[in-house]
């Protein structure tokens, strides 16, 4: 049983109640913002870790500085 609570199986009735709390807290107008900003968030993090189309990362390097 304790091997259970420390793993955080998470039931259908716990996400419920999550939800409802969620709910509570922030409101159903603001919940859609909230989501956006986290796909947001998620996209930009994946783009940083994964390379472009071209198999190489996008990101300014020091030579690129040191024209300025």
Known sequence: MIANILLGIIGPWQIVLIVLVVLLLFGGKKIPELM?????????????????????????????RKKD
Not at 46 to 62: H, L, Q, R, V, Y
């Open 36 to 64: 956006r900003g986290l796909g947001k968030g998620v996209r930009e993090f994946k783009d940083g870790i994964n390379p472009d189309e071209n198999g190489k990362k996008d990101t300014n390097t020091d030579t690129d």
